[in-house]
């Protein structure tokens, strides 16, 4: 970390989580960035559902919630960057404070509520951006919608021919019963609409569900059969956790969903057990508690084809997205894998 983003750091954790935020977004706007575009190797450069990647590591959603900021992201070392949610409508979200730093157990809590723009203001940021590395959208659903479920279309149909890929967020556990959308009846019709619009833009684009940490087995494998039967074209696990299992912060008890390092274990066992299931059928991406090279490395060998990080630049910075591509690159020369591709699912026995 350089020694100016380091005091930047230092007085963001001074102020409110949530105005911080807002500060590294405007900083951003402002050219205030750091780095040179993706790191690459060959070590390192993969395809992962059709996309070509330069490295495996991505920003998740939430960051740039209103697609704000993707040129200055793309320079920043990430491989691909996923912006969003986004709904049809605007919305303000939940009533603040809903964001909070948990710095003794490097996590935080947010139920911000699928707070955005709305999908035509966001439409027209992605449409104007300057090509660069893969840029997805998170799709979401608006708090007081009578069909949950066509909101994820409709926002792929206004914003799909502006991005290179798609998610579908039914496992925030802030919206009220969204994630009652991942059993497998309520999902199957969802991803029916959703691959019904992606059938209707001009270049359908990978669509990828991102699933929630808190499932068992057997919901999983309900996942993984609907994933397949959909058509999907990989899964992204995993989202926050309503756990709060050995937290020390005095922020434990707030509401919302829990990121960070507490969910590392967690979220990668869960991605072990879809890699089992689905045995190399679609490609997985590893989120949740990646904080260093040697965590994005442990993703990918229980399963994932490519991680993403959001948690851990809170504590470590921006340039921590270049830091995690180089050590990675690193840590698969020191244990002879020629590319990243040959290390995917090499450890996954480590997590069942």
Known sequence: MKMLERIALAGMHRVDPERAHGLAISALKMGLGFGHGPVRSDRLRTTVAGLE?????????????????????????????EVGAATPRPQPGNPKPRLFRLSEDQAAINRFGFNNDGMDAIAERLAARVVGIPVGLNLGANKDS????????????RCGPHVDFATVNVSSPNTEKLRDLQGKAALSALLAGVMDARAELRVPIPVF????????????????????????SGIIATNTTLSRDGLTSVHKGEA???SGQPVF????????????L?????PLIGVGGVGSAEQAYAKIRAGASAVQVYTALVYGGLSLAGEIAHGLDALLERNGFDTVADAVGTGRGDWL
Not at 268 to 275: C, E, K, P, W
């Open 278 to 282: 689905l045995d190399g059928t679609m």
């Open 256 to 258: 919302g969903g829990l």
């Open 209 to 232: 569900l991102k699933i929630a940490p808190d499932l068992d087995d057997a919901a999983l494998a309900e996942i993984a059969e609907v994933a397949v039967a959909s058509g999907l």
């Open 53 to 81: 990647l330069a490295n495996p590591v991505g920003l998740a959603a939430g960051f740039d919630k209103n697609a704000e900021v993707v040129g200055p992201l793309a320079q920043a070392g990430f491989g691909f960057v």
């Open 265 to 276: 274990e967690k979220s990668t066992r869960v991605l072990a057990r879809l890699s089992q």
């Open 146 to 157: 009578t069909d949950r479920a066509q909101d994820f279309a409709t926002v792929l149909r």
